[in-house]
């Protein structure tokens, strides 16, 4: 309204280029008290708290005078900082593919209503940033890998990657080879791959749509068969608590009947319908590496796949590890100790 300071956007300047954060990326602009309405004699006043920004992949502007789409949510809130101007946050708890992530130009708008103006909105100016992506993370493996036999290798990374897919590839013939591909599972993926024997070099990607995303590489010695730690006198039937149970034969070669129950927490639509259960995992049959070491993994297919994955090392007729399920939207693990 009339003598009312403007609503104007302070940072970041307009077409800067910003890193990306997982935890939203923030917006200055200054927020003064203003006139939202005049009634003859009475005013009803404003504060930071009637401010608002929004966020779009478009500068089109709708009647009101503000930014024509949200692709990314509702508009942000205003926050007040100590020297009175304000700030918000663009943060969608969406994907991997969202702004903050996977890059690209963002426009934005601060804005407050006024019901005494045409239109109902004081706008600040359109201004934009550029996202620079940036994901990072860690790519782990076991002490020990043999040429042929599985082996559990696991990606680390505190981005807000869901709906993206973490790729495991390896250098052959000068290209770089995919190995296998995971979609990505909160703050830890598990990777299960066998390699040929010999020098490897590998690196761990962040697929999301087009976008792609080096996290990590390590080069990693990956020994040949020799000889065997475990033998005949290892086979028979195993047992350990939690209906946990299988069966090891071939000379100590071989793990079979594998199952244990695990408890496994299921996320529901509000916080309200998060919910505990037991689940069982199975797995058919996993090889046992000269060492002892066991990986075995299982992935299903069909519309609601499930995956279990199961590690540890025999030794002496004894079994220690853990055992790993994932399915809808539950998962969990457990310790596994069985002895013969």
């Known amino acids: 309204m009339p003598g009312d300071p403007p609503v104007v956007a302070l940072a970041p300047a307009d077409s800067a280029e910003v890193p990306a954060n997982a935890a939203g990326i923030g917006v200055g602009f200054q927020c003064p008290d203003y006139r939202i309405a005049v009634f003859g004699s009475l005013t ?6 009637d401010y608002g920004v929004r966020f ?15 692709p990314y949510g509702n508009d942000a809130g205003a926050s007040l900082e ?13 994907t991997a ?19 005494s103006c045409t239109p109902q ?4 100016g359109v201004r934009s940033f550029v996202v620079r992506p940036s994901v990072t993370g860690r790519l782990r493996a076991p002490k020990r890998v043999y040429g042929g036999y599985p082996a559990v290798f696991t990606v680390e990374s505190a981005a807000k990657l ?58 990693l010695a990956v020994r040949r068969p020799g000889r065997r730690s475990t033998a005949a006198r290892d086979d028979g039937r ?25 408890t496994v927490f299921c996320v529901g639509p509000t916080p309200a319908d998060n919910r ?43 079994f220690k590890g853990r055992v790993s399920i994932a399915y809808a939207t539950c998962s969990g693990e457990r310790k596994v100790d069985a002895r013969r």
Not at 44 to 49: E, L, T
């Open 44 to 49: 009803q006043h404003g504060d930071y708290g």
């Open 162 to 219: 869901s709906g993206a897919d973490v790729v495991l590839q390896r250098r052959a013939g000068g290209r770089w080879r995919t190995v296998v591909r995971r979609p990505f599972q909160l703050d830890r993926t598990e990777l299960v791959a066998s390699l040929p024997a010999g020098r490897q070099k590998l690196r761990a990607l962040v697929v999301a749509g087009a976008s792609r995303f080096p996290l990590a590489a390590r080069t």
């Open 121 to 124: 909105y004081e706008t600040g």
């Open 82 to 94: 100590p020297d009175r101007t304000c700030t918000a946050k663009l943060d969608t708890f969406d």
């Open 238 to 262: 195993y047992r350990g608590s939690g209906a946990l149970a299988f069966r090891v034969s071939g000379g100590g070669k071989l793990l079979r009947s594998f199952t244990a129950s695990v």
């Open 56 to 70: 779009s992949d478009s500068p089109d502007l709708g009647t009101d005078g503000r930014l024509a789409t949200n």
């Open 97 to 115: 593919a969202s702004p903050e992530i996977a890059g690209g130009r963002v426009y934005w708008q601060a804005y407050r209503p006024c019901t």
């Open 276 to 318: 505990t259960e037991i689940a069982v995992a199975r797995l058919r049959s996993a090889r046992i590496a000269p060492d002892g070491s066991v990986t075995g993994y299982l992935q299903t297919k069909g519309n609601s796949p499930a995956s279990v994955t199961l590690s540890g090392r025999l030794r002496a007729g004894r």
